[in-house]
């Protein structure tokens, strides 16, 4: 069986989306008009953490270690078993974190990027999480990557999102009160980076998807280089960051590159493929219209976010609005990856299946709902991470807050949709 490591990779990553998916739940009940709130708000806050780093931290950085496997996976380990530990190390980071609500003394602190719940078994799920990524990335540095500039700039770029995390716990004053405000500062600067690695990511992902429908699509290497040198330059600004600014003007330094990079290169290479893609519509029809749809769904709720991210002002719900579209259209791109993966880890072909074509369609237009319900909350001044408040608040609100819950409930079952797609593609087969 082909790349058997690489695969665990995507089990790991597949997993930790459905679990998120189970915990989001709670979220849209908890945002739905005429809900009794108080149920469910106690275990809000909790959820809304497990919910953002299963689906956005465990689920982008699992995809980022399966790239990273399949570039080395023809090369021997360094290190006996060096991937094995990696993946074992991963695996029980992303069980540790999806129990630690169960702590009656842990907090939920919706710090920016990686919200943490104040427990024990929370911060050894995140130790181990970062531990296999670091594991990794030592496998893969100790790959020749010859003639493949995206992936080396990717690695350079995790190298970054850790040299920055450690930065900002050595630059932490003695005596600062553990709480929100303390892992805001702590996670911004790594934060910002982590998502210039997303982006780069994706990018490669879409060329991938791109190149598997069209293979006659392709891009000149010095552009393919500049497009992909965008993030990578702005990553290795991170020194700088932190050596030449105070925590609090590093807020506006981190925000500003992650603006101008993680914005401009992927946005450019969205509007070179999709043109193309919607001249060849008999695509949506093809062996491979699963892929099809997962692409077009993923570059509209990408620009979407980008769009709404245009619109932010003030601490509401239309911030979660911006970067829902644009998570999601990172995810929408994963899970287009998965399936064309699939058949190279030795598992069924779902390309041309009439689930896997609808499923991106129902997650993406759930979504696409969601976000378009908290934007026009948003505008009425519908606070963000804070669930009820809608029971003195016009039908205007309502309405808007329940086109977001049937958003919502669509976008879980589409996540499901893609749950029960890789099961029954990966389920043994009957024999003949």
Request: proline share 5%; aromatic share 12%; glycine share 10%.
């Amino acid at each position: 069986m082909q790349k058997p490591l690489s695969r665990y990779w995507l089990i790991i990553g597949t997993s930790a989306l459905a679990i998120a998916g189970l915990f989001s739940l709670v979220l849209v009940i908890a945002r739905a008009p005429l809900t009794d709130t108080t149920v469910f708000t106690d275990w809000f806050h909790k959820a809304l953490v497990v919910h953002v780093d299963l689906s956005v931290l465990v689920w982008f950085l699992s995809i980022a270690c399966l790239m990273w496997s399949l570039a080395a996976q023809s090369s021997r380990q360094i290190f006996p078993l060096l991937e094995e530990a990696a993946l074992v190390c991963f695996a029980l980071g992303t069980l540790a974190i999806t129990f630690s609500p169960l702590d009656p003394q842990g907090a939920a602190l919706m710090s920016n990027y990686i919200p943490v719940i104040t427990s024990p078994l929370f911060f050894l799920g995140l130790g181990l999480l970062f531990c296999g990524v670091g594991l990794m990335l030592v496998r893969v540095i100790s790959t020749r990557l010859t003639d493949n500039w995206p992936l080396q700039t990717s690695v350079i770029i995790a190298c970054m999102v850790i040299i920055a995390f450690i930065w900002s716990f050595h630059q932490m004053p003695d005596g600062e009160p553990i709480d929100q405000d303390y892992y805001d500062t702590l996670f911004w600067g790594g934060g910002h980076v982590l998502q210039l690695l997303h982006v780069q990511i994706v990018m490669i992902v879409w060329l991938w998807l791109t190149k598997a429908l069209k293979p006659e699509f392709s891009i000149h290497k010095p552009h393919l280089k500049a497009l992909f040198a965008v993030g990578l330059v702005a990553s290795l600004l991170t020194p700088w960051g932190y050596m030449h600014y105070h925590a609090d003007d590093q807020h506006q330094f981190f925000t500003h590159i992650m603006i101008l990079a993680g914005g401009i290169a992927p946005t450019i290479l969205a509007l070179w493929i999709l043109p193309g893609l919607i001249t060849f519509r008999h695509l949506a029809r093809g062996d491979k219209r699963a892929l099809y749809s997962t692409l077009i769904m993923s570059f509209i709720l990408f620009i979407y976010g980008g769009v709404l991210g245009a619109l932010i002002s003030g601490q509401n719900v239309v911030i979660p609005a911006h970067y829902h579209g644009s998570i999601v259209g990172v995810t929408l791109a994963f899970m287009g990856m998965a399936y064309l993966l699939l058949p190279q880890f030795g598992w069924r072909d779902v390309s041309s299946w009439k689930l896997a074509f609808w499923q991106p369609i129902v997650y993406g237009g759930g979504q696409f709902l969601h976000i378009t319900g908290l934007a026009i909350s948003g505008g009425y001044g519908v606070l963000r991470k804070t669930p009820g408040g809608l029971e003195d608040v016009s039908a205007g609100v309502k309405a808007a807050m329940g086109l977001m819950g049937i958003g919502g409930l669509l976008a879980i079952i589409g996540g499901f949709m893609f749950v029960i797609v890789l099961a029954l593609a990966v389920w043994p087969r009957p024999p003949a």
